[in-house]
């Protein structure tokens, strides 16, 4: 079971076998996706035709729009990164906020409370996407009737897809942060405010630092799924749709290469950003 | 009159119904090395950190350089700390760590980094200001953490039990060096330690703290020779304790007689009120393991170079239990015979008595007037082997 | 710092940290769930005019179809989640307790990787890999296996290919995780006090390991059920999955109460999961989710 206890050699070859059939399972799906960006054909099929870069750059000989040239998709990811960057912004914020909140607070409720930041991760996305559909549109129709007001902020749209969104991305942050606040050792303020510090600059000095990677790494997990997220944008876009809704929409018609293409981006960039993040780590911890 | 740097007037802090300092009043004076020695949960924590000013008193007063500190808060008052885990700053250098509270000042960078530098140099790290504060010794680390405190020049210096993480060799280098760093700073120390070693080593003040109050504030030869109380006799070296009655009185001296009728001769300590005891009441006798003296023949005890008086020693009798040796502190650990009390001896360094064997009946003696006894009669408890 | 600053500061502090604190659980999560379950007991019986009503749970129980798609949803759910523990165990083992140091934590990250991409791309790649045009069934054809390409879309066991390869991620680190914390010589003990190989992960791992797995399958099951993506694109035009019903009432049909009611419905088969789950491995929630 454990390598120093006597493994007979089947079962360290049926291991083998089984992790080799797991990564080739794994990548298999993605490796695909990044083969056809490339194959000079009208579809993402085989055979294979030959490569080109006809899906990021265009051809117009053929009538290729390439993923540069596509305005519809390159509006969408630029959708995608400006409610991700919201998402990520509040996020971090009121996740920050609730870890103080839980870990240095006490008052009464505080159980009930802790419990409750547990529940949005446990309602299925498309609920949260409807109740919050449902809840805007009725506070829109009062805002209206009473004061007039044409509320369109919580029609259908970006904002209310950044509500959606946040609205379970917090609990993330707040897990992540209160996690390494709840680590942090309070001599360490003690000692500031001792050496002359003030409150605030305790707060500047000591603990947000100390809370660095937490915050940096709830950013880049919130940013990334929301980027990713499909179930409750679905239910509350409006006119601008997210990268993800969009691509949906087009693999249900059967849609040319430039998706792979697209595809190949957001592997490319996902990449960067999680070597990024390692590198930060490393450089942190020699 | 000397300069006092730190008093404590009427100091009171409870806990719920839990008194942790109780109405405490003492004086430090400037320059001096001042130790709080107590037990786990004896109210010195609390203590320095009320002197700290992380938890405000229920009532009395702190004065720290003539200055009152009432409404002070942490951040403003001429006092730092070193922390029990020592609390260096894990993101910052050491350089950062040591300059931490000259940039809260508003301190230049240029006058900072000399600043550093100097402090640096004087506690015997030099250039070490760009390393991380995890690449250090555990020596090291603790002279950052004094380093970091001193750069601010405060009239009192607090230390909370800072050697208590380290291990027992260094422990025992770096009490030289806190009494060195101490000597060429001149600031006043105070110290917090659950250590008799530590307090007694470093000190020039000792001051015994039990539930809530001092038992005890004297040098450390005196707390160690003429301990006030019972517990001060009990917590400060190790010590075999006899309780029992008394029985007769010679003078400064008194027969304090078990329940199993052993006959123990020790000099009378006043209680902190002036009582004395007489005959009749309980009463508790010390006896250091160092002050007796053994011997398998009565010829072996040579009673002259015992007994400083012209009275002759009681001799007492013993059986073997265990011989623990441990180099220059070895000792016996013997049964008395008629009450089967145990009782130390330590053994001569001469290494004579080194043959012992368990069960040997054997012969021992002590100078009654370097022995004490306390009347206990509902007065203190605590204490036992320290 | 207890007792620094004073009573009114600190009720200041506490009020700017709460009130973020709950515009987050009251009015993006329990007003906005309290108002679906209002809208779920209503029926419309004019133009703007409604009425209590239990008729969209009434239609529920009645028409069989949406009956058979909850159902069906709940059981693929099941199965997917545990496909997804049988698979994710034996690789959360030989990252955990097989491999050490760099070989695991590279292995672990290989593990992470797709996961750093969309899930429309993995499907996307699904997609191009089993339809009928796709890489698989042009392989299966050149080996001769089958004569023609086969469609290999629009099938359950795609469903669970999807469902089960969406969701690995998920199982795999609180695994890890809970695997990570078990001490080998807790192993090493148990095989020297007599215990076969099953023996000991029927007594020791798995009792270790319980809150981990307790914490991946609800996890798993959670996401799942609540799957749109994966269902709708491998399970085709007529997957069947109750989401997409919720969709179709939602959005399509415009009927929110119908809607509303259905998403109620889900929610309830998921937190009744979720207890199950947590009352099978005697688990506590907030331990189970502060794992995940």
């Known amino acids: 079971m454990i390598p120093s206890l006597p493994r007979p050699l089947w079962l360290r070859i049926a291991t083998g076998v089984f992790v080799a059939a797991f990564l080739v399972f794994l990548f298999l799906p993605l490796v695909t996706v990044a083969a056809f960006a490339f194959n000079d054909a009208p579809y993402p099929a085989p055979p294979w035709q030959g490569f080109t870069l006809d899906w990021f750059t265009g051809n117009d000989a053929e009538g290729r729009t ?3 040239k596509d305005e519809e998709l390159m509006g969408s990811i630029l959708t995608s990164l400006l409610v991700a960057a919201w998402v990520t912004l509040l996020s971090v914020v009121v996740g920050t906020t609730n870890a103080f909140l839980m870990e240095r607070m006490r008052f009464r409720g505080q159980g009930l409370l802790s419990l409750l930041m547990l529940v949005p991760l446990v309602i299925p996305g498309v609920i949260l996407g409807i109740s919050i559909l449902a809840f805007a549109s009725r506070v829109a129709d009062l805002l209206g009737d009473v004061f007039g007001w044409e509320a369109e902020f919580l029609r259908p749209g970006l904002p209310l897809v950044v509500l959606g969104q946040v609205s379970f991305l917090i609990a993330i942050a707040t897990l992540t942060i209160s996690a390494r606040l709840k680590r942090f050792d309070r001599t360490l303020e003690e000692a500031a405010y001792n050496l002359g510090a003030s409150r605030p600059a305790v707060l500047a000095t000591i603990t947000l630092p100390y809370l660095r990677p937490a ?16 179930n409750t944008t679905l239910m509350l876009v409006g006119a601008d749709s997210p990268l993800t809704v969009m691509m949906y929409g087009r693999m249900r018609d059967g849609a040319t290469p430039v998706l792979n293409a697209v595809s190949v981006f957001l592997m490319v960039a996902s990449t960067a950003i999680a070597l990024l993040l390692m590198r930060g780590d490393d450089r942190r911890r020699t | 009159m000397t300069a006092v740097d730190l008093e404590a007037k009427s100091l009171l802090k409870r806990f719920g119904s839990h008194v942790a300092v109780d109405s405490l009043s003492f004086a430090v004076t400037r320059g001096s090395f001042f130790s709080i020695l107590g037990p786990s949960g004896c109210g010195k924590t609390t203590l320095l950190r009320m002197i700290a000013g992380f938890i405000g008193p229920d009532s009395g007063d702190i004065e720290i350089g003539g200055r009152s500190m009432q409404g002070v808060p942490p951040n403003r008052r001429p006092v730092n700390m070193v922390f029990q885990q020592l609390a260096l700053f894990p993101m910052m250098s050491v350089g950062e760590n040591v300059a931490y509270g000259l940039a809260r000042r508003g301190v230049g960078r240029a006058e900072r980094e000399a600043k550093v530098a100097a402090m640096l140099e004087r506690v015997g790290l030099p250039g070490a200001a760009g390393k991380r504060t995890d690449e250090l010794s555990g020596g090291q680390r603790q002279r950052v953490a004094i380093a970091r405190s001193l750069v601010l020049e405060p009239t009192l210096l607090l230390l909370d039990e800072p050697l208590g993480a380290l291990d027992l060799k260094l422990r ?41 109050r001092f038992e005890q504030v004297g040098s450390p030869q005196a707390l160690y020779y003429s301990p006030a109380t019972p517990f001060v006799a009990g917590f400060v070296g190790a010590n075999n304790r006899i309780e029992g009655r008394v029985s007769a009185l010679h003078g400064a001296l008194a027969d304090v007689t078990t329940p199993e009728g052993w006959v123990v001769r020790a000099q009378i300590q006043a209680a902190p009120d002036g009582r004395r005891p ?109 | 710092m207890a007792e620094v600053g004073s009573k009114t500061t600190r009720l200041l502090l506490l009020g700017l940290l709460l009130a973020p604190a709950l515009v987050w659980l009251v009015g993006v999560i329990l007003l906005p769930h309290l108002d679906l379950a209002l809208l779920s007991f209503r029926e419309r019986i004019g133009p703007g005019e409604f009425s209590w009503s239990l008729a969209q749970y009434r239609t529920f129980f009645a028409e069989p179809l949406y009956w058979d798609v909850f159902v069906r949803t709940a059981v693929i759910s099941v199965i997917a989640t545990g496909l997804t523990l049988l698979i994710a165990f034996p690789i959360a083992w030989t990252i955990a307790k097989l491999t050490r140091g760099r070989v695991s934590a590279l292995l672990f990250a290989v593990c992470l990787i797709p996961f750093w991409v969309s899930e429309t791309v993995r499907t996307l790649g699904w997609m191009i890999l089993l339809r009928e045009t796709g890489v698989l069934p042009a392989v299966l054809v050149s080996l001769g296996i089958t004569d023609t390409p086969v469609e290999m879309l629009y099938r359950d066991a795609t469903i669970l290919v999807g469902l089960v390869y969406t969701s690995l991620l998920f199982m795999v680190v609180p695994l890890y995780s809970s695997l990570e914390s078990l001490d080998d010589s807790l192993i090493e003990a148990a095989y020297d006090l007599g215990g076969s190989g099953w023996t000991v992960l029927r007594t020791v791992v798995i009792p270790h390991a319980a809150p981990g797995i307790t914490a991946g399958c609800i996890v798993v099951f959670m996401l799942t059920l609540g799957n749109y993506l994966t269902a709708s694109l491998l399970g085709g035009k007529n997957s069947l999955w109750f989401t997409e019903q919720i969709y179709t009432q939602f959005i399509t049909r415009f009927n929110w109460e119908q809607g509303a009611a259905f998403g109620f419905l889900l929610l309830a088969l998921s937190s009744l999961m979720v207890w199950l789950g947590l009352r099978l491995s005697g688990q506590k929630f907030a331990d189970v989710m502060s794992r995940t």
Do not use: W
């Open chain 2, 172 to 212: 025992e280098r770096m009490k030289i060096e806190l009494k060195q760093l101490q000597a060429a700073f001149g600031t006043t120390f105070v110290y917090i330690t659950h250590d008799q070693s530590e307090a007694l080593v470093l000190s020039d003040q000792v001051a015994v703290m039990n539930a809530g």
């Open chain 1, 215 to 230: 915050l940096i790494g709830s950013a880049a997990i919130v940013f990334l799924m929301s980027f990713q997220d499909f």
């Open chain 2, 278 to 386: 007489s005959v009749g009441d309980a009463a508790t006798a010390f006896v250091r393991p160092e002050v007796a003296v053994l011997g398998r023949t009565a010829a072996d005890l040579d009673r002259p170079t015992i007994a400083p008086g012209d009275e002759a020693a009681p001799v007492h009798e013993g059986v073997v239990e265990s011989l623990l040796f441990d180099g220059a502190n070895s000792a016996v650990l013997l049964r008395e015979a008629r009450s089967r009390a145990e009782f130390r001896v330590a053994l001569p360094q001469t290494g004579r008595y080194a043959d012992l064997k368990v069960d040997e009946r054997v012969l021992f003696t002590f100078a009654p007037e370097r022995a004490v006894c306390f009347a206990t009669g509902g007065g203190g408890t605590g204490g036992g082997h320290g």
């Open chain 1, 66 to 68: 390439g993923l540069f």
